[in-house]
C-alpha cells in the first residue's frame, strides 16, 4: 500500500483562481515532507520542504502547511497561472530510510484561461 | 541552489544497443545519486541508489546487469542500458543529495525511446 496518498487525482481551475492539493501519509517518523512541481517531460522541481515540526513554509504562491498529528499536508496555489499546469507530487522522507523517499501519485493541475 | 544536469534530454536507439544517461551535480558534491524511472501518469520509481567510489544498490526487480550504473566521482552518475528493449522505452531521472541527506534534486531526466 502506498503510504502517501494524494488527492485530487487531477482538476482543473480557472486562471486566477485558487485550488488546494491533499497529502496524506502514514509514513513514520519522518524527516521532512516535499511539495514537487514536475512539468509534462521534465524533472520534478521543488517548492517547499518542511520539517516533522514546521506548519507552514511559503514559495512565492505556493503555500504548504503540514500537520504531523493528523499525518496530512496540503498544497495551497493563490491566484493560478497557465504555467501552474503541471502535476504537483508529495514526497516524504522517512527517518529511518534514508534515500527512500516515498513518493505519492501527484495532482495533475489543469488551469484553462 | 543546488543544480543537476542530466543529459541527454531525449534518446531514440535501436533494439540491441546501448545508451548512457549522465547525471551532473554542478554546484556541489553529491556523495549519492539517486536513478528512477518513470512510466506516464505514474510515480517515480527508485531503481538503484549509487555511492560514490562504491558498488550501486539496486532495488528489487531491477536488473544490475541491464541497468548499469557508475559514480566514479563526487559529481557524476551514469545510467548505462545494456541491450535495450522496447520495453525499456520510459522516463529516466536522476537525483542528488548533498552529503547531509537534506536536500535531494533532481536532474530534468531523460526520455529514453528503444525502436
Known amino acids: 500500500k502506498n503510504q502517501v496518498e494524494q488527492s485530487p487525482q487531477s482538476l482543473i481551475i480557472l486562471e486566477g483562481k485558487n485550488c488546494t492539493l491533499q497529502?496524506?501519509?502514514?509514513?513514520?517518523?519522518?524527516?521532512?515532507l516535499r511539495w514537487y512541481k514536475q512539468d509534462t517531460g521534465r524533472g520534478p522541481v521543488s517548492l517547499t520542504i518542511?520539517?516533522?515540526?514546521?506548519n507552514t513554509k511559503s514559495n512565492g504562491r505556493y503555500t504548504a502547511t503540514l500537520d504531523a498529528d493528523t499525518k496530512q499536508s496540503s498544497l495551497h496555489i493563490t491566484a493560478s497561472q497557465l504555467s501552474d499546469s503541471a502535476s504537483y507530487i508529495c514526497v516524504v522522507s522517512p527517518t529511518d530510510s534514508w534515500g527512500k523517499l516515498q513518493f505519492g501519485a501527484g495532482t495533475q493541475v489543469v488551469v484553462t484561461p | 541552489g543546488a543544480v543537476v544536469s542530466q543529459h541527454p534530454s531525449w534518446v531514440i536507439c535501436k533494439s540491441g544497443t546501448s545508451v548512457k544517461i549522465e547525471c551532473r551535480s554542478l554546484?556541489?558534491?553529491?556523495?549519492?545519486m539517486f536513478w528512477y524511472r518513470q512510466f506516464p501518469k505514474q510515480s517515480l520509481m527508485l531503481m538503484a541508489t549509487s555511492n560514490e567510489g562504491s558498488k550501486a544498490t539496486y532495488e528489487q526487480g531491477v536488473e544490475k546487469d541491464k541497468f548499469l550504473i557508475n559514480h566514479a566521482s563526487l559529481t557524476l552518475s551514469t545510467l548505462t542500458v545494456t541491450s535495450a528493449h522496447p520495453e525499456d522505452s520510459s522516463f529516466y531521472i536522476c537525483?542528488?543529495?548533498?552529503?547531509?541527506?537534506?536536500?535531494?534534486?533532481f536532474g530534468s531526466g531523460t526520455r529514453l525511446t528503444v525502436v
Open positions: 497529502c496524506n501519509y502514514t509514513v513514520s517518523p519522518f524527516s521532512n
Open positions: 554546484d556541489f558534491q553529491a556523495t549519492t
Open positions: 518542511m520539517t516533522f515540526s514546521e
Open positions: 537525483s542528488a543529495a548533498d552529503s547531509v541527506g537534506y536536500g535531494y534534486t
